[in-house]
């Protein structure tokens, strides 16, 4: 029986650990796609060059020197970019500037996002800290679909992380990405499959 490869695409501003955890999924036959490009808004980014190792088209976002926002002609350019390459799903893993419509437009319902907390707790950016300095005893990871609020989109799937006693934000934040590397490939293969 042939099972199509859903058409990825992947966006991140870091290290790109997530991105790396999915083409590990891929290679372990725990998830069904092809990456079909990385992108990123991030010159330095390690995401481009984990892609590169792999042998996966990079492209650069140039957001025309602006800090946080993603400017809409470069949206619009990026939505037709992705269109001709195929690309069913885009998935953020670390992209830290908002995406609104036209992208949202030409990808309805196709653009995931993790973030590192059990949203609706803690959206926006540091989570971890922000789960920390809550004082909750239990914070952990969101798979979302992605819409046009900061991390408000329909949740796909959690995973939980205890808060230990003396934890510090970077210990905190590794134990949530153990979790977000399982995470991510398991709620991609289930978003996707219903193609
Ligand atoms: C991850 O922890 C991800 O959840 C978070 O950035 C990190 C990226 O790590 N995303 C956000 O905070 C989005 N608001 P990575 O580059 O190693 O995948």
Redesign the pocket.
Known sequence: MHVMKIRLAIM??????????IFQAIDDGRLNAHVTTVLSDNPE???LERAKRRGVPTSLLDCQGFKNKFPENVQEALAKQLRELGVDFIC?????RLVKSPLLEAFPKRIL?????LLPAF??????KQALDAGVKQTG?TVHYVDAG??TGEIIMQAFVPVLPGDTPEAL?AR??IQ??ILYPAAIQSATARL
């Open positions: 991140g501003s870091g290290s790109g650990t997530n991105c790396q955890s980014a390690f995401i953020l893993a670390g992209f830290m996002n993790i973030h590192p907390a959206p926006g950016v540091e989570a971890w990871c900061m991390d934040h949530i990405q977000e590397h």
